[in-house]
């Protein structure tokens, strides 16, 4: 039977074996739950028919022996009541039936056999699905833990591969450019300044240049220019 040997091999499997091998355990061992339940339906419906077969070879084999016993006891009734004859018929009816019983029985014993294999078979993959329903779980959460330790592990490595040197020069290159631009704009504003002292001082000058003179001595003086009085 095709089907034994398959069930044979899911009884052998390691569950975590399995997992090992698997991608992406999350994602499988749903995979693996879904997979278990498939063939558990199929196993649990041969394994059904191989027990109704020993059952039935059972009672074939249950029903040769009632009728074995049943015609031994109406063979020692006949010789009780001398009848020889009948005693006869009934002995050679019974052998007749223990010819064929052999045969009921080896079939009788085999499909036991197999009925007891398959219920094991039934029995363990039923037992590992509950087995692994429980710890799907705890697998998850191992799962969720790894996949953000492996994210902390990477976001390190991106960080580590960068420059620390490289990082602080950029840094200081930046402080330095600011340092220049605040240094420009206050010589800039010193300048500015300068400008409007020197402005003030001119304003000073004329107007102390100019003290003591009224309008009308420099229109006199405009005058004589004009007639070459002066």
Known sequence: MGILKRFRDIMSANINAMLDKAEDPEKMIDQYLRDMQDELGQVKAETASVMA?????KRSLDETDAEIAKYQ?????????????????????KAELTKGREAKQQL??????????????????????????????????KVAAAKTQQHINEMNEKIGSMSRTDGISQFE??????????DEANARAELDSQDRK?????????????????????ELEAMKKNLGLS
């Open 108 to 141: 009788a014993d085999s499909t036991q056999v197999s009925a007891d294999r398959m219920r094991q078979m039934h029995d363990k993959l039923t037992q590992d699905i509950a087995t692994l329903q429980e710890r799907k779980d705890t697998i998850r959460s």
């Open 198 to 218: 020197e402005e003030s001082l001119e304003d000073l000058e004329a107007k102390y240049s100019s003290e003591g003179r009224s309008d009308i001595d420099d």
């Open 53 to 57: 077969d020993a059952a039935r070879a």
């Open 173 to 182: 290159r930046m402080e330095a450019k600011a340092d220049r631009m605040l």
């Open 73 to 93: 006891n109406y063979a020692e009734k006949a010789l009780k009541e001398g009848n020889e004859q009948d005693a006869r018929r009934f002995l050679e009816k």
